[in-house]
């Protein structure tokens, strides 16, 4: 950045750059924009950026993100209390929900077991999950992760200790998408498809 600037905006650059993304170069003409549509998204943005930090929290049942605390999921009482969800991240969540695909309800992880970097079990929401298991109603889990390494990982891990709550654990179904082409696709999800296979 050329040295002219000034250090507010610097800062700026610096902490937009620091958003999934974004490098430099795009946290710059984010910032320009910004500035220049200063009264329409700047200060509104700033505002609505303030009141999440100051709102928004984790829900203390399942670990989305809302304002309320048991969040709006948890609190609603037409989802059926027999199956369980459980997701990496409240973003997995979210698709779900959008999705209509689960009417129950959820348990979010915060992460995935990676030995390789150095996450164990204590770094993500086990123990409360482990509690929420043994709960009666509770008839079956859907263990909803990634179909990486990572994910095949947590999901044998999980299925191995949820086995003396004596609930059902699946999985969603791994293979080809819809729209899907098989001269497309890598080894691996064509092996997972094949073995996901059933009579029509």
């Given at each position: 950045?050329?040295?002219?600037v000034?250090?507010?905006?610097q800062?700026?650059?610096?902490?937009?750059?620091?958003?999934?993304?974004?490098?430099?170069?795009s946290?710059?003409r984010?910032?320009l924009y910004?500035?220049k549509?200063?009264?329409?998204?700047?200060l509104?943005l700033?505002?609505?950026?303030s009141?999440?930090?100051?709102?928004?929290?984790?829900?203390?049942i399942c670990g989305?993100?809302?304002?309320?605390?048991?969040?709006?999921v948890?609190?609603d009482?037409e989802?059926?209390?027999?199956v369980?969800?459980?997701?990496e991240?409240?973003?997995?969540?979210?698709?779900?929900?959008?999705s209509?695909?689960?009417?129950?309800?959820y348990?979010?992880?915060?992460?995935?077991l990676s030995?390789?970097?150095g996450?164990?079990?204590?770094?993500?929401n086990?123990t409360?999950?482990?509690?929420?298991?043994?709960?009666?109603t509770?008839?079956?889990?859907?263990?909803?992760?990634?179909?990486t390494?990572?994910?095949?990982?947590t999901?044998?891990?999980?299925?191995?200790?949820?086995?003396?709550?004596?609930?059902?654990?699946?999985r969603?179904s791994?293979?080809v998408?819809?729209?899907?082409?098989?001269d497309?696709?890598?080894?691996?999800?064509?092996?997972?498809?094949?073995k996901?296979r059933?009579?029509?």
């Amino acid at each position: 950045m050329s040295a002219n600037v000034g250090p507010e905006l610097q800062n700026l650059i610096n902490l937009l750059a620091k958003l999934p993304g974004l490098g430099p170069r795009s946290a710059t003409r984010v910032a320009l924009y910004l500035l220049k549509k200063r009264e329409g998204v700047m200060l509104p943005l700033a505002k609505a950026m303030s009141a999440a930090a100051d709102n928004v929290k984790a829900c203390d049942i399942c670990g989305n993100w809302d304002s309320i605390n048991p969040c709006a999921v948890c609190n609603d009482k037409e989802r059926s209390r027999a199956v369980l969800c459980v997701v990496e991240d409240v973003a997995d969540l979210w698709a779900l929900e959008r999705s209509g695909a689960h009417r129950g309800y959820y348990h979010v992880l915060g992460g995935l077991l990676s030995p390789l970097d150095g996450v164990g079990p204590s770094d993500i929401n086990l123990t409360s999950l482990l509690k929420r298991a043994n709960d009666e109603t509770i008839t079956e889990i859907v263990l909803a992760l990634s179909a990486t390494v990572d994910g095949q990982t947590t999901s044998h891990y999980l299925s191995d200790h949820l086995l003396n709550a004596g609930v059902r654990v699946t999985r969603l179904s791994q293979g080809v998408p819809i729209g899907g082409e098989l001269d497309y696709l890598d080894e691996g999800t064509i092996a997972a498809a094949m073995k996901s296979r059933r009579q029509i």
